[in-house]
């Protein structure tokens, strides 16, 4: 079984490409899970689909024919050419792709170092995926371990503290633009708002939505119809956008020209306000966020190398757990295997009667004495070797030369259930 995760981020995957590769719903990451699954040798997989990146988390038993798979489905059903798909793609396999899940879920990939949401974010799409029936046991272990790991990240250095999101970059760059004094601004950075003194309109086309959050935010917060968007951006000089919509919500012909200068910020993926709409509108998208957050990025160095070290020894923890789940199994099927072929032939030899019945037990226990003298060594050494990184292709290599079959054995029966991670 290999791991292997397939990614487009915003380092290495422009706009563009990633509205283009977003998916729209929920069901559109059902669907094309259900179909990369059904590949015989796919095991699980799930979709990380955030403003910031696309990237498909799988286990299966074929690495390369995994990649390609990846690459075709999403070139058939988002629209892009597979070779352009290809060329921005990064590959992540097996302890590459570990070490890079564990750094995605710790937020020392994310677009503003230690922003809180995407481990939850991680978290909710593994959800839908099991949910799903597309993942489960392999991805589960992975995961779990890399929901540790973001924990230790956050309590072992200062990461986290004063907690910067693209929401809250957002609103810092807001204040500088205005001057420090803050009008109504917009839904997806409420509580940053809030905190910084402003009052909040909220606009949502379904309305209770709107209503159950400014219940939650409490004061200075009020909700208008979603018909009224057009007189509200236009009545306004700062506005806040981040919804699902396929298409923009604010079309150029919606703006009219003012006496105000307005600043727009558009943290949606697809766009939710349409090219440059002029009319003395200055649009902050997400890719401008990453050049604001990079003062932020520089204090937060020295921690991001702490961090990066909590995240090495995770993965090496992960791996050598990983193994010694799979090791018991193999050394205890051999066992059984010795056993049963022990039985077969001493009953195949009272049969032909080259043994009295009376030794039978004897004979039984002699042979099965010196098996065991004979795998103790042997055993020792898998054992010794599962604790390696490259330990897995002994384990594997056994397996074959043995016929061993372990995929229906639960192999937390071998290991204390409270060493091991729940996500």
């Known amino acids: ?32 899970l259900r179909t990369l699954v059904a590949f015989d040798f796919m095991i699980e997989a799930f979709v990380i689909n955030t403003c910031n990146r696309v990237e498909v988390v799988t286990a299966s038993r074929d690495n390369f024919a995994t990649f390609h798979a990846v690459l075709g489905l999403l070139s058939r059903s988002r629209g892009v050419n597979f070779y352009e798909l290809e060329k921005s793609a990064r590959r992540y396999e097996d302890e590459e792709a570990v070490h890079h899940l564990f750094t995605v879920v710790s937020s020392l990939d994310s677009l503003v170092i230690g922003e809180a949401q995407i481990t939850g974010q991680v978290k909710q799409a593994f959800k839908l995926s099991y949910d799903n029936a597309t993942a489960g046991r392999e991805l589960n272990r992975v995961l779990s371990y890399a929901v540790k790991c973001a924990a230790e990240v956050r309590n072992a250095t200062n990461i986290s503290e004063n907690p910067i999101s693209i929401a809250s970059v957002a609103v810092a760059q807001a204040i500088e633009e205005v001057g420090g004094s803050l009008a109504e601004m917009g839904r997806l950075a409420a509580k940053h708002l809030l905190r910084a003194g402003a009052d909040v309109v909220l606009l949502s086309r379904t309305r209770a939505t709107a209503e159950a959050l400014a219940e939650e935010l409490g004061e200075n917060v009020r909700v208008e119809e979603f018909g009224k968007l057009e007189r509200i951006i236009n009545r306004y000089r700062l506005l806040f956008t981040a919804t699902a919509s396929p298409e923009p919500i604010i079309t150029r012909s919606m703006v009219e020209e003012k006496p105000i200068r307005r600043v727009w910020f558009d943290m949606a993926i697809p766009r939710d306000i349409e090219g440059d709409v002029e009319c003395d509108v200055k649009i902050y998208r997400i890719d401008d966020l990453q050049e604001i957050s990079k003062n932020n990025h520089a204090l937060r160095q020295e921690q991001a190398l702490r961090a990066q070290e909590i995240v090495e020894r995770y993965c090496d923890d992960f791996y050598r757990w990983l193994q010694a789940l799979s090791v018991e199994p193999v050394i205890k099927q051999m066992r059984l295997d010795i056993q049963r072929t022990v039985e077969e032939e001493v009953a195949r030899a009272l049969r032909k009667g080259y043994i009295p019945e009376e030794s039978a037990e004897n004979v039984r226990y002699l042979v099965a004495q010196a098996f065991d003298k004979y795998l103790h060594q042997p055993t020792r050494n898998l054992r010794l070797a599962s604790k390696e990184s490259e330990g897995s292709r002994a384990i594997d290599a056994i397996r074959q030369i043995f016929a061993i079959d372990t995929s229906d054995v639960d192999p937390k029966q071998y290991k204390s259930p409270s060493k091991e991670p729940q996500s």
């Open 1 to 32: 079984m290999h791991y292997q995760v397939v990614s487009f981020n915003y380092k290495h995957c422009d706009l563009k490409q990633r509205e283009a590769l977003a998916f729209k719903n929920e069901e559109e990451i059902r669907e094309f």
